[in-house]
């Protein structure tokens, strides 16, 4: 990922502090950097901890308190707590995730969220959130208004479009984008894939998991469950237009980017009907329970044999992608802010 320019460079007194340690390879870090570099009127924040870190809490503030007469605005795109600042503050929260997804609980997670996100909320201008699915939960989780919450979405970037360079391994194969946690449903695909009338492979993006090599070993699918390394937008966007298909059978998504720039590839998606996946995709993709196993086997089922329904997907998966831009995620945003400091 190209490192950050100096958004806003073109005014001499940028009147917005934007949090630029969010920046990275991970949802929130890609959306940090689309939305940041397209920003104008923002000088950019890169020291400090990180931003979720204990030292952040005692580091933040101070920091803030030093340039509170020379900025108007702290914006940050991720949700590091801003409950104590002297600078008015906008934050970001794509989802909770934390507090309503399938992996197991803790004590410390409810705190922070109770005790520092749900203050950082309440203090805030305004809140920035990815989907309707988000604003509606994080309004009735902090008891916020709705009017106060703005879905900004997300968008693809460049790198994602149909005519490039495909990778042919020489053997057909499913793809998955994303990490192994337990909300992304890793294990039950696993075995519906093994079930599938398929004889090609599985090609995952995530870190091998002790759990995940154990239900590999126990279905015998050595030899059909590939590990890629580490990929940048290019070459993951020639993964997607190699692909058969991709399968996102997610059980939380506060947006869910991989079946958008999947789609934008030219490339069949399988992807859950839960939390914001139908509201960002459609009717572009094939939906399917993520929950049923058998409902995911069929539907890999269907993207291998109907090849009318493949074109169909590709076809309707194509024109919902334009629908999205980074363009318009850091304009809406641009808009709020403008209010907010002029």
Same mark, same amino acid.
């Given at each position: 990922? %190209?490192?950050?320019?100096?958004?806003?460079?073109?005014?001499?007194?940028? !009147?917005? !502090? %934007?949090d630029g340690r969010?920046?990275?390879? &991970?949802?929130?870090?890609?959306? +940090? &950097?689309?939305?940041?570099?397209?920003? /104008?009127n923002i000088s950019i924040l890169r020291e400090g901890p990180p931003p979720l870190s204990i030292q952040n809490l005692f580091w933040q503030p101070y920091y803030l308190y030093r340039h509170k007469n020379k900025y108007k605005l702290f914006f940050t795109p991720g949700f590091n707590p801003v409950s104590i600042s002297t600078m008015p503050s906008i934050i970001t929260i794509a989802d909770l995730i934390h507090l309503y997804?399938? $992996?197991k609980q803790n004590v410390a997670k409810k705190a922070f969220? $109770?005790?520092?996100? /749900?203050?950082?909320?309440?203090?805030?201008?305004?809140?920035f959130t990815v989907s309707e699915f988000s604003k509606r939960s994080i309004a009735e989780w902090g008891n916020i208004p709705s009017e106060k919450i703005i879905n900004v979405g997300c968008g693809i970037s460049a790198s994602f479009y149909p005519d490039g360079e495909k990778h042919d391994p020489g053997y057909p194969y499913f793809l998955y984008v994303g990490n192994m946690k337990a909300h992304k449903n890793i294990p039950r695909l696993i075995h519906a894939f093994a079930n599938a009338d398929f004889d090609g492979k599985l090609i995952l993006t995530g870190e091998r998991s002790p759990l995940?090599?154990?239900?590999?070993?126990?279905?015998h699918l050595e030899n059909r469950i590939i590990f890629s390394k580490k990929l940048d937008e290019e070459t993951l966007a020639k993964y997607y237009r190699g692909a058969m298909?991709? !399968?996102?059978? +997610?059980?939380? $998504?506060?947006f869910g980017l991989p079946p958008l720039e999947a789609m934008a590839c030219g490339t069949p998606v399988l992807a859950s009907n839960v939390? +914001?996946?139908?509201?960002?995709?459609?009717?572009?993709?094939?939906?399917?329970n993520p929950y049923e196993q058998d409902a995911i086997t069929e539907g890999i089922n269907q993207l291998v044999h109907?090849?009318?329904l493949r074109k169909s997907f590709l076809r309707l998966g194509l024109e919902r992608a334009q629908v999205f831009s980074w363009d318009k995620t850091a304009g809406k945003i641009q808009e709020v802010l403008d209010e907010v400091v002029f």
């Open positions: 990922m %190209a490192t950050l320019k100096n958004a806003g460079n073109m005014d001499k007194n940028p !009147l917005i !502090l %934007a969010w920046v990275g390879t &991970h949802g929130i870090g890609r959306f +940090s &950097h689309e939305v940041l570099s397209r920003l /104008k997804g399938p $992996e969220y $109770e005790f520092l996100i /749900k203050p950082s909320l309440y203090r805030a201008l305004k809140i995940i090599l154990e239900i590999i070993q126990k279905k298909g991709l !399968l996102f059978p +997610s059980l939380y $998504e506060g939390t +914001s996946i139908p509201e960002v995709v459609g009717n572009a993709v094939l939906l399917i109907d090849d009318a």
